[in-house]
């Protein structure tokens, strides 16, 4: 190793690097959102579509802390995406404060055209 290539350069180095990686992907990411879902999809509403998608019945609440937004914040996120057709909220039978989430059939087509 240089005699000029310290652990806090390396380090520095590393750390730079996964910003860069991170901003590199967030704008491709973006640019793919645009392609697909033009203006009325954020990553944020995108990034909840994904949580139902792979979870079983994911509750506002869970919905929160996965966003790391407020229960207020989340749950006018799902309105706006259950007024596009794009989330089916289901009431449990256990609480009726409680929702669950689902994808319905666009969400599904839609998160398909995203990954292709």
Do not use: C, N, W
């Not at 180095?13 to 392609?35: C, I, M, T």
């Not at 596009?84 to 449990?92: A, E, G, P, V, Y």
């Amino acid at each position: 190793m240089p005699a000029d290539l310290t652990p806090e350069l390396t380090h520095q180095f590393l750390s730079s690097a996964r910003v860069f990686a991170k901003a590199v992907r967030d704008v491709f990411e973006a640019a793919v959102l645009r392609e697909v879902a033009g203006d009325r999809l954020t990553f944020s509403q995108l990034k909840l579509l994904y949580l139902a998608a792979q979870t079983d019945g994911v509750t506002i609440g869970e919905a929160a802390q996965f966003l790391g937004v407020s229960h207020p914040a989340a749950s006018k996120a799902v309105e706006k995406l259950v007024r596009r057709r794009l989330l089916r909220r289901s009431d449990t039978v256990e609480d009726r404060r409680s929702s669950h989430l689902a994808l319905t059939e666009a969400s599904r087509k839609l998160l398909q055209s995203y990954e292709a």
